[in-house]
């Protein structure tokens, strides 16, 4: 038996006047997922715990099957790890982005208008980074490149105590008010405002902007923790699992779960990733053993911060073509039995431009099983099942043992 986890990340949405009061998903032409889904289990899960933030962090390692109430540390961590940042349980990590924020104003009066510097390249960002750590590095505290406009900022034996908000969660919104907060936010505050001085006069952003592209002018810290400590997943289900992504943050995790990393040459966390990689490799991971993937597509979720409507539904619909049908047909043809589950991680709605804590829809599909069904995977047609799951972390538990089978 093979277990194929399909992670659309920030899929879910609401009903959208310009789709005909329609969600992205509900718009989408789906014909693979429509059809697993007469044949499939189809219903709501509360990925994220209430009380904590609906992160891409604390949803993923939920569907993982991990409680974040217990295992959840910080989501830089996670990322660190997957960059091969040694890490001691006394040190503290940061994410930090870099941001594009309007140029005239001062500072504090600085508007967000891209927490991804227009998906900057790797190349250009480590550029940028090594700019801000031969300024603003000092001994213990290190900035260190990842991808795109994702990195790292390591305080060694660092203090604990912060108050710090996504930049996804504040754009098209003035800085001042959203500036580190907390017993040492202090200098993570003169860190940020010293960066704009070095990034905004830097030749890569006067070459980007000279292209008409965001420039990455400002850093911006967030996300900390520590060290996490969690049990593998082979130790917890059995199973050899491996991940493929192209962000920081799910290989991380998968990693820190003792899975593969997968990496595919052309991935990008956008749209207009290279999704028939990414569907190779899945196909190659499983037939050289491997029992359990966890495929993670980015594209919805930064269409939905970026309240890009068509986009986020061409994001949909190249899932369901480029990716969930191509691994069914293989399987099929093969004569494998395997277990298929289609879930975003968390709602990006288009409306709000950042995650929410709204319940996502799923849908186990089992190879095994023929008997029709008259249900549609989306938002609405997930609610009229009646089927919640309460706890997001025992989703896995009922995807790879059966529905209703517990531990």
């Known amino acids: 038996m093979k277990y194929i986890v399909v992670l659309a990340d920030g899929m879910a949405d609401y009903p959208i ?5 329609k969600t992205p998903l509900q718009a989408a032409s789906t014909p693979c997922i429509d059809r697993l889904a007469r044949m499939g289990t189809i219903g709501l899960v509360q990925t994220v715990p209430l009380g904590m933030s609906p992160g891409s962090d604390t949803a993923n390692l939920s569907v993982m099957g991990y409680d974040p109430r217990q295992y959840y540390t910080g989501r830089s961590p996670f990322e660190a790890y997957s960059i091969g940042i040694p890490m001691s349980g006394e040190d503290v990590s940061f994410r930090c982005n870099l941001v594009t924020v309007t140029e005239d104003e001062p ?25 801000i750590q031969a300024k603003l590095g000092r001994p213990g505290m290190t900035f260190y490149p990842g991808i795109s406009y994702r990195h790292i900022l390591l305080w060694e034996k660092g203090p604990w105590g912060y108050e710090l ?9 003035k800085i001042g008010a959203y500036q580190p907060k907390g017993s040492h936010g202090k200098l993570l505050e003169s860190m940020m405002r010293e960066s704009y001085g070095i990034l905004s006069q830097h030749p890569v952003n006067q070459k980007r902007k000279a292209r008409g592209l965001n420039p990455g002018n400002l850093i911006w810290l967030w996300g900390e923790g520590k060290k996490p400590a969690i049990r593998s997943f082979k130790e917890k289900y ?77 994001a949909i619909e190249r899932i369901d073509h480029l990716v969930v049908k191509p691994i069914v047909e293989a399987l099929d043809a093969k004569g494998e039995d395997y277990r298929l589950m289609v879930l975003p991680d968390h709602a990006t709605p288009i409306a709000v431009r950042t995650h ?13 099983k023929s ?3 008259n249900q549609v995977y989306d938002e609405d047609g997930a609610k009229q099942t009646g089927l919640f799951v ?14 209703g089978e517990n531990d």
């Open 165 to 173: 908000v996504p930049p996804h969660d504040i754009l098209g919104k």
């Open 371 to 373: 008997d029709e069904k």
């Open 356 to 368: 929410t804590m709204d319940p996502i829809p799923f849908l186990i599909y089992d190879s095994r």
């Open 238 to 314: 059995g199973l050899e699992g491996a991940v493929i992504s192209a962000v920081d943050l799910i290989k991380g995790l998968g990693l820190c779960a003792g899975m593969e990393s997968i990496d595919v040459e052309g991935v990008t966390g956008t749209y207009e990733t290279n999704y028939d990689g990414k569907t190779k490799a899945a196909l190659e991971a499983l037939a050289r053993g491997k029992d359990f993937l966890y495929v993670h597509l980015e594209g919805p979720d930064e269409c939905g911060h970026r309240a890009e409507i068509e986009n986020k539904v061409t």
């Open 107 to 131: 500072y504090e009066e600085k508007t967000i208008l891209d927490h991804s510097s227009g998906e900057i390249s790797s190349g250009e960002a480590a550029e940028l980074i090594a700019a």
């Open 17 to 21: 006047e310009q789709l005909g009061g």
């Open 390 to 403: 309460e706890e997001g972390y025992t989703l896995m538990d009922r995807f790879l043992k059966g529905d």
